[in-house]
């Protein structure tokens, strides 16, 4: 089954959803500023409640709090499951009393403007940006609906199992619910490619920790007059209602939670996993839930069925998601299929607080290994940037319909298809389009050594220690710092000519040649210290380790969640190729003169001062 994705102007998309979230924005303001709505828990659930009389027509203009109150009754009991009401809807109708013709004339034209989407995910994401989210820990990453739509068609294409399961396979849905927006864009897309139904032909399913994004799920599905199951549950990774849909799933989308050492390893949770997966597991207290949630989809999967998942590039990244996707095929009768993976630029999460970066995934379960190829895309671009904390519409486009509609053509544009996924060690996209392209250029191993020799610190006159942090950009060093550097921990040795590569958050390029000044040089462990196996080639090297190529090969074999706590394997390092850079001779000696006078330039200023200073 393939589906095209919706692909409205970036104009008409970006505007109602800015206006609607102005309005929010306003209307809380006013709520907080003029009732007694406080904490901002209390404006959510009254905000979703008011959404729902807002859709009632026959509602009147003469906003009675006690028929205000009889409507709310009548039109929950027309919900399939009762909300769980963590607040009297009648005590607050009477604090609002006066500011009832604006709440439901601001939330009518809210309804209006989002028409068809996730209004209460708008409405959770906008309330807790800047200072509505101070202090009250409600932080969140809403996935913003183009990557959902993006998803979704691609969840959606070449679907075996939505096309020919039986009625009990046929469940779609996310078992990190939140607010809906993945199984309600999974529920509209079928109904829209089986000729309008008015419900989807398959069941569908949402599980969340928290109530109150559960009560937005259920007020989401039943404004779109769509049925659906949402369930509040303590753990998706362990609860029995998520295990009894094992092998039974034809289509999920989701957004899973992360985090280095998140999530505590139970004997519970290693007796949900593979053997072998388990066996990697069992030495850690605490892991990162986010691969977790990916076998977990997995095993929910039917044979046929597909998953689009989002996760942080450092666990895409990390050698220990493929190990443990092969893992997960060896204890299991079934083959798994990364079929494509679509790296998202930072500004996808930015309106939750984070501009990590991330990807997704999606991946399928078959009878038997397919060994297809596996499409690879970069959106640079997703339809709008972060201005402050307001969303404008990037003049760039959006580049994700291209993308999907390559994957659905299964053409060759912007994107690319390369080898199936088991043949990396790795899914960093960098990585595997540079090594798929066959670069020219040498393995770094083949023109450098690395030297590895821990010393202990000397301090004086002519010692110098240089920290990641001495090192900028464009690899020159602050020699004033590392001559006043004098570090409690074990350090490298190195020396004049040597190239330092910064192995830790390699989001910031770190690359310095050693200056060929007199002194003892030592430098911090998280660098990896390369000697040139040529004489006299350090500068020309350590400009070739600053190549796009290289640096984005790099960068995509990070491990860790954010990009601060990433880190590079500096053994994997020098297996990576370093391109071939046409430079004149003389200009690279030029250059490394230059620094070194610059760093004896810069001492000698250090000492005229030091002797300013003891005066």
Request: hydrophobic share 40%.
């Amino acid at each position: 089954m393939g589906l095209p994705i919706r692909r409205p102007a970036p104009d008409l998309f970006l505007a109602p959803e800015a206006e609607a979230q102005r309005i929010i924005l306003s209307l809380a303001d006013h709520l907080y500023a003029n009732t007694a709505l406080k904490p901002m828990s209390k404006a959510l659930f009254a905000i979703s409640r008011f959404l729902l009389l807002a859709r009632e027509p026959d509602l009147g203009s003469e906003y009675d709090p006690t028929m205000l109150e009889d409507a709310y009754r009548r039109a929950s009991r027309r919900l399939p499951v009762p909300l769980a009401d963590d607040y009297s809807f009648g005590d607050i109708v009477r604090q609002c009393r006066s500011a009832l013709p604006k709440v439901i004339a601001d939330l009518r034209a809210v309804v209006r403007l989002v028409d068809g989407r996730d209004a209460l995910g708008l409405v959770f994401s906008s309330l807790v940006r800047g200072r509505w989210d101070s202090g009250e820990g409600m932080g969140t990453f809403l996935t913003p609906e183009e990557v959902v739509d993006a998803i979704v068609a691609m969840v959606l294409t070449r679907n075996r199992a939505l096309s020919r399961a039986s009625r009990e396979l046929r469940y779609i849905g996310d078992i990190c619910g939140g607010t809906g927006r993945f199984p309600l864009a999974l529920a509209q897309a079928l109904c829209r490619s089986s000729n309008g139904v008015r419900q989807p032909p398959a069941s569908v399913v949402s599980f969340d920790q928290s109530t109150l994004a559960s009560d937005y799920a259920r007020l989401n599905f039943h404004f779109m007059g769509l049925t659906a199951r949402c369930d509040v549950v303590p753990d998706s990774l362990l609860d029995h209602r998520v295990s009894s849909l094992k092998s039974r799933c034809s289509a999920l989308a989701t957004n899973p939670p992360f985090g280095a050492g998140k999530y505590e390893v139970t004997p519970a949770l290693l007796r949900e996993l593979p053997q072998s997966v388990a066996a990697d597991m069992t030495m850690s207290p605490t892991v990162d839930p986010a691969p977790l949630f990916l076998l977990r989809n997995l095993d929910l999967l039917c044979v046929g069925g597909v998953l689009g998942i989002v996760l942080p590039d450092g666990v895409i990244q990390a050698p220990q998601l493929v190990k443990a996707l092969k893992a997960y095929e060896r204890n299991q009768p079934f083959a798994v299929e990364v079929r494509a993976l679509v790296s998202l630029p930072p500004v996808t999460f930015a309106f939750g607080g984070t501009v990590a970066k991330t990807s997704f995934l999606i991946v399928s379960k078959e009878d038997a290994p397919t060994n297809r190829p596996m499409f690879l895309a970069r959106a640079n671009h997703i339809g709008f940037l972060k201005r402050r904390n307001t969303r404008i519409s990037d003049k760039e486009g959006n580049d994700l319909p291209d993308i999907v509609s390559a994957y659905h053509d299964h053409r060759e544009t912007d994107a690319d298809w390369v080898p199936n996924w088991r043949c990396w060690s790795r899914l960093g996209l960098s990585l595997i389009l540079e090594r798929n392209a066959g670069s020219k250029g040498v393995q770094l191993q083949d023109v450098a050594n690395s030297i590895r020799r821990f010393t202990t610190v000397v301090t004086g006159p002519a010692s110098f220690h240089v920290s990641v942090l001495d090192v900028d950009e464009t690899g020159l060093i602050d020699v004033l710092s590392a001559k006043r550097n004098c570090p409690s921990t074990r350090v490298l040795s190195c020396g004049p000519g040597d190239i330092l590569v910064s192995c830790i958050n390699p989001k910031i390029w770190r690359v310095a040649v050693v200056p060929n000044l007199p002194g003892r040089w030592t430098c911090s462990s998280e660098f990896l210290v390369l000697r040139p196996t040529s004489d006299n080639s350090s500068w020309e090297l350590a400009l070739r380790l600053h190549h796009g190529a290289f640096v984005n090969a790099i960068r995509s074999m990070a491990g860790g969640t954010s990009s601060s706590r990433q880190r590079v394997k500096k053994e994997d390092v020098l297996f990576v190729t370093v391109p071939e850079v046409t430079m004149a001779q003389r200009a690279i000696e030029t250059h490394g003169k230059a620094r070194d006078e610059y760093y004896s330039a810069r001492l000698a200023e250090g000492v005229l001062y030091e002797q300013l200073g003891a005066q």
